[in-house]
């Protein structure tokens, strides 16, 4: 499904997502290269929990994760939310997936770790999508300035997932 409109809040089908609250304390420097994307940019992401026939889960590992990670990244400005998630999958994985609903909404504040003060807001969602078939060495993957440095099908969630405190019971 197509969708050209971002995951609206207040839309019938983000109603009874559930929302998490997400601080994000870095450097003044990480947020000042951030910033473009929040404030002219989207100041919103995507990604998905893409399983197989098999009940397997594709994860991903970059250059600013800590672990493995869902593949997803930034909502370009006319993209919708499901068109960033599955655009940003086919560029991590090599897989074409299919988006399917919204699994949760991250309700990220980014803070300065030097002062405490909030720089910018943004949204994360995460959606639930499926795909087939194998997952190319990560050398063909991602594109130029963020390269992937591994992907890969789990039968089970590794223990060192990025953010899995806040995204496990959501995987």
Do not use: C
């Not at 929990?49 to 250059?63: C, F, H, S």
């Not at 300065?112 to 910018?120: H, L, M, R, V």
């Amino acid at each position: 499904m197509t969708d050209s409109t971002p995951l609206d809040p207040t839309s019938h089908e983000s109603r009874d997502v559930p929302r998490e609250q997400q601080e994000l304390t870095l450097s003044a420097s990480h947020l000042e290269a951030l910033e473009p994307w929040a404030t002219d940019g989207t100041a919103r992401a995507a990604a998905a929990r893409v399983t197989d026939e098999l009940g397997r889960i594709a994860l991903i590992k970059n250059g600013w994760t800590d672990g493995w990670f869902l593949p997803g990244g930034a909502v370009e400005p006319g993209e919708s939310s499901r068109d960033a998630a599955r655009r940003e999958i086919r560029e991590e994985t090599g897989l074409e997936a299919t988006i399917e609903h919204p699994l949760v909404v991250l309700e990220q504040t980014y803070v300065d770790e030097a002062d405490g003060e909030t720089w910018y807001t943004a949204q994360f969602i995460v959606f639930n999508a499926s795909a087939t078939g194998p997952i190319p060495d990560a050398s063909s993957l991602g594109v130029d300035d963020e390269p992937i440095h591994a992907a890969r099908w789990f039968e089970s969630l590794p223990e060192r997932i990025h953010d899995g405190d806040l995204l496990r019971p959501y995987l």
